[in-house]
Structure formats: structure tokens, C-alpha cells
């Protein structure tokens, strides 16, 4: 098993833990992801049986973190 572990913070952690939510809902082949909030700290705990399906969870989920960090600082929100 393959497993990786991400933190990062951000002010509005809310915003992006509801934007992720319904992307680890849904089930990735061979692949885990659970997503945990505290206060401005997002945390992504992402397994996989192999190395290619954490490499594909990890820059799928750091591309949608980015693109809800850029809206989010973007509109304020």
C-alpha cells in the first residue's frame, strides 16, 4: 500500500474542505482519500495499492486545491 499525507493552511480551509468533499466521495480505483479540517488546517490522508494511483490522487486533488484557492482569494470569498 501506498500511502501519502498532505497539510496545508489556508484562512478560508472551509471553503476548500466543501469544495473537496464531493471529489472524495466519489470512489477512485485502488484509491483512498480522506480529508480532515481543523481550524485554517486542511488535511489529506490518500492511499493507494500502487504507486501511479497516488501519484494521480495527489496532482488531482493539488490541482483542485489550487484552483479553490485562486477563486477563493480571487472573489473574496
Known amino acids: 500500500m501506498q500511502k501519502a499525507f498532505l497539510e496545508f493552511h489556508h484562512p478560508r480551509a ?3 474542505e466543501r469544495a473537496l ?3 472524495s466521495a466519489e470512489p477512485m480505483p485502488k484509491t483512498s482519500v ?3 479540517k481543523d481550524g485554517d ?3 489529506l490522508d490518500i492511499e493507494s495499492q500502487d ?3 497516488l501519484r494521480a490522487a ?3 486533488y493539488l490541482r483542485w486545491i489550487d484552483m479553490t484557492v485562486r ?3 480571487r ?3
Open 41 to 43: 488546517r486542511i488535511t
Open 51 to 53: 504507486m501511479n494511483g
Open 75 to 77: 472573489i473574496g470569498e
Open 71 to 73: 477563486i477563493t482569494d
Open 58 to 60: 495527489i496532482n488531482s
Open 34 to 36: 480522506r480529508i480532515s
Open 21 to 23: 468533499k464531493p471529489e
Open 14 to 16: 472551509d471553503v476548500i
